[in-house]
């Protein structure tokens, strides 16, 4: 699985970013997707997942109600809606694609929230 993300840039404090993510491939559908973030010096963290049908979901408390994530498995995309952004936000926003025992990453989309 090849994955390839999209959708960073520089946003002021309290603004909006949708980040997307498309991967390759037709078997979309039977794998878990996911974001994590890594912010300058400091250890990569899991953002939010989404189940391959969509209808499971699970977000870190830091983005709970600010952020939304979504997929069309039509498109083979996952989308992040980043609403309410903090400085704190800022990092290097990564997909992954699991299933079973095997994961895969893309290469990350580079978020900055500015004062």
Known sequence: VQLQASGGGLVQAGGSLRLSCTASGR??????????RQAAGKEREFVATISGSGGNTGYADSVKGRFTISRDNA???????MNSLKLEDTGVYSCTARRGGDKYWGQGTLVTVSS
């Open 75 to 81: 498109k083979n995309t996952v989308y992040l809606q």
């Open 27 to 36: 078997t979309f559908v039977t794998y878990n997707m996911g974001w994590f």
